[in-house]
């Protein structure tokens, strides 16, 4: 089964700074990948997703993240922070269930909640 | 475009008493997911409807069940709970398509259950 670890369950960085989360998967067949942003009392919020094609995906609110599959990592970045990015982030890769198909199931990692100061 | 929506947002229940949840896909998604999150254990997944049959689940006993009606709608029932069920239960709606060919969840903004 696919798997998901998110590396630092909590991230500070002053505003301005580099945002960097770190994601690296374990999967046995060519995954599918998902970055959502949640924000307190709301759902999940897509950021960006890599199925096939480039290997550097540019999502919403200037993130990106790149696939490195040598790695096994799909590391999320944002050159500069700002305030409102403070929120909770989660990978996902998409998960096949019994009959070999991923139809509605993602797997998560733990999140990792990202705080801006000042 | 009107996004997902889930009713109601927030219940409190009682152990042994069973509850509904219900949530409302975006115009013209056909499949909706529902996945439970906990401090502990974060996001599960529960299961998947699409066309009113379930297409894929997850590692939850029976008290997790649910359905979907012909408009797409769907609803979770927990029955009998246990103080552990409390958590947000999120719904994700999508086309129906394979997550590998594209097809991307929009969540809605969950409902927050508390058993006492």
């Known amino acids: 089964a696919q798997s998901v670890t998110q590396l630092g369950s909590h991230v500070s960085v002053s505003e301005g700074a580099l945002v960097l989360l770190r994601c690296n998967y374990s999967?046995?067949?060519?995954?599918?990948l998902f970055w959502y942003v949640q924000y307190p009392n709301q759902g999940l919020q897509l950021l960006l997703k890599?199925?096939?094609?480039?290997?550097l995906v540019k999502g919403i609110n200037g993130f990106e993240a790149e696939f490195k599959k040598s790695e096994t990592s799909f590391h999320l970045t944002k050159p500069s922070a700002h305030m409102s990015d403070a929120a909770e982030y989660f990978c996902?890769?998409?998960?096949?269930?019994?009959?070999?198909?991923?139809?509605?199931?993602?797997?998560f990692g733990q999140g990792t909640i990202l705080t801006v100061h000042p | 475009k009107a996004g997902v929506t889930q009713t109601p947002r927030y219940l409190i229940k009682t152990r042994g008493q069973q509850v509904t949840l219900s949530c409302s896909p975006i115009?013209?998604?056909?499949?909706v997911s529902w996945y439970q999150q906990t401090p502990g254990q974060g996001l599960q997944f529960l299961f998947e409807?699409?066309?009113?049959?379930?297409?894929n689940k997850g590692n939850f006993p029976g008290r997790f069940s649910g359905r979907q009606f012909s408009n797409s709608r769907s609803e979770m029932n927990v029955s009998t709970l246990e103080l552990g069920d409390s958590a947000l239960y999120l719904c994700?709606?999508?086309?129906?398509?394979?997550?590998?060919?594209?097809?991307?969840?929009?969540f809605g903004p969950g409902t927050r259950l508390t058993v006492l």
């Open positions: 409807y699409f066309s009113e049959t379930q297409r």
């Open positions: 999967s046995s067949v060519p995954p599918y």
């Open positions: 994700a709606s999508s086309l129906g398509g394979l997550i590998e060919l594209g097809d991307t969840q929009y």
């Open positions: 996902a890769v998409s998960d096949l269930g019994a009959g070999g198909t991923s139809y509605g199931k993602l797997t």
């Open positions: 115009s013209g998604h056909r499949s």
């Open positions: 890599y199925t096939t094609g480039a290997t």
